[in-house]
């Protein structure tokens, strides 16, 4: 059988559910900025994208240079295509505007251009993550768009992925009916379709936590960890493995290959913040395609993909991924 790339499951998909032609021509452009940055990415020391910028984004974290270059790879690519009203990400503080010179078209598109930077300098797994809406105004006359105008809940994404650069660049796609992946062909420069229907199990014996902050969690995470801990002859009955990458992108992508739990509660040590991770290009997407994929994704005491975000960077507590996990924990919050 000839292979399927992601241009032709594109193809497919709108002649199957209608895919808009701008739809199908941003997650392209997306998908090509992303081998964009894979390349960067992979170049490591000999590109000379190591290391830190001297400057700090909006949430207060040190930039990498990666991070900035590629958010910048990200927002050239998407600028001049006509098919984006406005774009927003984890390295600018304010939606950034589609230059006068280009037409605008119907779509947001926000991202964390390079999740998981701590990473880079230690040649672990990074990864790139999206999530697109509609603009309102569907007449793509949104004019300078303001923050209000990305403020939707999760369940308005009309497609979310991620790209992952591990041993392999893959692309993991949902349009809002299932998951599929796609695997960096570098020879011929294309993703092509490798993983077809991508399910996380509803059971799992895993879990991902970052333990160095057990002592600041809320009382339904210690228990709930401590039951994990306690193994076979614990209320669970089980024993669990611990995984924890501090790459949401490969912790998730372990997830969606053979299951497990993700977690990063809120906690003591900054009151005011729900969590540490992003609701609007982290959680939201990495929730729509873990509930495409069989999953299921809560901060404790709601369905993500049900909070009405309030502004662009708020933080959100995440449970995500093998279902049953993901009920027990919210229960716990829940009693
Ligand atoms: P980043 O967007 O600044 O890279 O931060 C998000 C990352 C996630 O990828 C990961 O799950 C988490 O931060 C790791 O946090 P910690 O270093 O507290 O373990
Ligand atoms: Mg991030």
Not at 56 to 74: A, F, W
Not at 121 to 132: H, L, P
Not at 138 to 155: H, I, K, M, Y
Not at 293 to 316: E, F, K, M, W, Y
Request: glycine residues 10%.
């Amino acid at each position: 059988m000839s292979r399927v790339t992601l241009s032709r499951y594109l193809i497919e998909q709108t002649r199957s559910h209608n895919t808009p032609a701008d739809l199908r021509f941003l997650i392209e452009v997306v998908a090509r900025a992303c081998k964009a940055i894979s390349h960067q990415v992979s170049k490591g020391a000999l590109g000379g994208v190591l290391g830190s910028m001297e400057t700090e984004n909006v949430q207060g974290e040190v930039q990498k240079k990666l991070d900035v270059l590629s958010n910048e790879i990200l927002l050239e690519a998407n600028e001049w295509g006509g098919h984006l009203a406005g774009m927003a990400s984890e390295e600018m503080d304010n939606a950034y505007q589609i230059p006068g010179r280009y037409p605008k078209g119907a779509y947001l598109l926000v991202f964390d251009p390079l999740d998981g930077s701590s990473n880079i300098d230690v040649n672990v797994s990074v990864g790139t993550i999206f999530s697109v809406l509609r603009c309102p105004d569907r007449n793509g006359e949104c004019g300078d768009l303001g923050e209000e105008a990305f403020l939707q809940p999760g369940t308005e994404q009309v497609a979310a992925g991620y790209a992952i650069y591990g041993p392999q660049t893959m692309l993991l796609l949902t349009l809002g009916n299932g998951v599929k992946g796609f695997t960096l062909d570098r020879e011929l420069g294309s993703f092509v379709l490798t993983h077809d229907d991508i399910r996380v199990p509803e059971t799992t014996q895993e879990f991902a936590i970052n333990m160095s902050n057990q002592r600041h969690w809320e009382a339904p995470v210690q228990r709930y960890v401590g039951e994990l801990l306690a193994g076979e002859t614990g209320p669970l009955e089980k024993n669990y493995n611990m995984r924890w990458i501090a790459s949401m992108v490969a912790d998730v992508h372990r997830i969606l290959t053979r299951g497990g739990l993700f977690m990063y509660p809120r906690d003591s040590r900054e009151p005011e913040k729900p969590g540490k991770l992003r609701l609007m290009y982290e959680a939201n997407p990495m929730s729509f395609i873990i509930e495409q994929a069989g999953g299921a994704a809560t901060n404790g005491s709601q369905r993500i993909l049900d909070i009405q975000p309030t502004s662009l960077h708020q933080r959100v507590a995440v449970f995500l991924g093998s279902k049953e996990e993901v009920e027990r924990v919210t229960a716990y919050h829940q009693e």
